[in-house]
């Protein structure tokens, strides 16, 4: 079923004759990536990356790399979301105005360069979860063909771990914003308190991690198996976390759940 997808998804693309990829660096977009340049060739696409305070460093070295390795044409552009207008209060249609910003930057690449459609890495998932940047998408005319072809995550990373994809086990990630309770001012300040926790915390071995955010409360998401790590750290994460700007540093025992943040609405 998921080769049948595959082959799918190729197909699509290669109606689509010359794309830009969106491109983080994270499971889904690599993917979306791989399959571009399979089924149309490095001539016919280019992988767009957008750096700005959301994303994290090593998340922007981590894409140049696999870019590099995949041998597609790669270009960085700077954008700041916490420059658009409304991003920042941070309501629950924050993702909407993060990816009209996004595409807003990348389709005059697409202009420029002489490429017909700009792609991005939306999935089957996604499709259940609270996602207004697919407004936006739709919106603007940008497609997601993973989704369009009903490729889920576990059936992405089967298929990257066979295509000896780098990425085919990476943690899913999320911009650092998503870590920010809704309704809760987002600043520079803030986002760069959370990425160095998180940095701190990976720095002991743990690789899925969340640091949420409530005001002065650090909510540490990591998964069961690693909340031994978390608590024989204990002393030193709560000093280093209050140092970074928290006065409380707790760890949630259900454990790491991908947007977890969107539970509120569902209780507004």
């Not at 089924?39 to 140049?64: F, H, R, W």
């Not at 597609?72 to 990816?99: D, M, Q, W």
């Not at 520079?188 to 409530?214: F, N, P, Y």
Request: charged letters at 25%; glycine letters at 6%.
């Amino acid at each position: 079923m998921i080769y049948a997808k595959y082959e799918k998804l190729k197909k699509l693309l290669a109606e689509m004759e010359r794309v830009v990829v969106a491109f983080s660096g994270g499971v889904d977009s690599t993917f979306l990536l791989k399959a571009a340049l399979e089924s149309i060739g490095t001539e016919n696409v280019l992988a767009v990356t957008a750096d700005s305070e959301t994303y994290p460093s090593e998340e922007l070295a981590e894409a140049k790399q696999i870019a590099a390795q995949l041998g597609v044409r790669h270009e960085v552009i700077e954008t700041s979301e916490l420059a658009i207008p409304g991003y920042a209060e941070n309501t629950k249609n924050r993702c909407y105005f993060c990816k009209k910003s996004l595409f807003e930057h990348v389709i005059p690449v697409m202009e420029k360069n002489g490429y017909k459609n700009v792609v991005f890495g939306l999935i089957a998932d996604d499709m259940s979860e609270h996602r207004p940047g697919t407004k936006a998408a739709k919106e603007m005319g940008v497609r997601g063909p993973l989704q369009e072809v009903e490729l889920y995550k576990s059936e992405i990373r089967e298929l990257s771990r066979e295509l000896n994809l780098p990425t085919w086990d990476k943690p899913s990630f999320a911009c650092l914003s998503s870590r920010v309770a809704y309704g809760e001012m987002i600043t520079l300040e803030k986002l760069k308190r959370i990425d160095k926790a998180e940095s701190l915390i990976k720095s002991l071995g743990i690789r899925q991690v969340r640091v949420r955010t409530h005001d002065k409360v650090a909510r540490i998401e990591v998964e069961p198996n690693d909340m031994g790590i978390v608590l024989q750290n204990h002393g030193m994460l709560t000093s280093e976390l209050q140092n970074y700007g928290y006065t409380y540093v707790t760890l949630d025992l259900m454990g790491y759940k991908s947007g977890s943040m969107n539970k509120v609405l569902s209780l507004s």
